[in-house]
């Protein structure tokens, strides 16, 4: 069974328009994030990698707008570059944000088999959608979790955004306003036998309208980094049969 590693997860985490008002006068910027109503049928997001970390070309992603009863929820799983889900999620769409509910990160044994790893989620309001006149509160999440193959090992991952700017980006043959969020995040490790390490990074995420996530950074420290960039959006069918065609 692979052994427990502090990027492990920083690698599964991991991302100038008209002005929308609120009742209250804070901005609503819901549009900017994934549209979860339109994403009834399911999209993969496909992004290439940017990082300077050594790993795939690519990254996929699928996002599935879930509408139950009174509740909107996006589905969001991570698939490997030999389509082996990675990470799976659930997210809540309320009216003042984005609540994480579920996540579970999934490993494999040496036989191939899936080993999932789920987390308590400590605090998960992930994504604002109204921002004060000068926002300056942090949004993210902090959860906790135990690997499979080491359980007195515990991991604390911590990730915080920040409103930084409006701006505009070319991206899938167009050009979208979007949001510029900086990031500050730790990932720490309490571990009875190797001891303790609390790792921190930066970086930035950059949301267009009507897309959601289409750039990201996670600077890690000493020239390594995390990155990807929005390449293409298609249906399941359409991604399933393009990866069968290569």
């Known amino acids: 069974m692979p052994k427990f590693r502090p990027l492990y997860f920083l690698l599964c985490f991991a991302l100038v328009g ?84 579920e996540l579970t990160l999934l490993g494999t044994d040496s036989a191939g088999l899936a080993i999932p790893t789920p987390t308590t989620l400590l605090f998960n309001q992930t994504f604002p959608f109204y921002l004060e006149d000068q926002p300056t509160k942090p949004y993210g999440y902090r959860m906790r979790l135990s690997p499979p193959d080491n359980p007195d090992a515990v991991t604390y991952v911590t990730l915080n955004r920040y409103f930084e700017r409006d701006t505009t980006i070319e991206v899938l043959g167009g050009s979208y306003p979007a949001l510029v969020f900086s990031l500050a995040g730790e990932v720490s490790v309490r571990d009875p036998e190797e001891g303790d390490i609390s790792p921190q990074f930066t970086g930035y995420e950059i949301y267009a309208k009507g897309l959601g996530l289409v750039e990201y950074r996670r600077e890690l420290g000493n020239g390594n980094s995390l990155g990807g960039r929005l390449a293409a959006r298609m249906t399941m069918e359409a991604f399933l049969r393009e990866e069968a065609e290569q």
């Open 18 to 101: 008209s002005l929308f008002l609120g009742c209250d006068g804070r901005r609503d910027i819901r549009s900017y994030y994934f549209p979860a109503r339109e994403l009834t049928d399911g999209l993969v997001y496909v992004y290439e990698n940017t990082g300077t970390l050594p790993g795939p070309d690519r990254e996929y992603w699928y996002y599935l707008g879930v509408d139950v009863d009174t509740a909107l929820y996006l589905s969001v799983t991570r698939y490997s570059p030999v389509l082996a889900p990675e990470q799976q999620g659930r997210e809540e769409i309320r009216n003042d944000g984005v609540y994480l509910r």
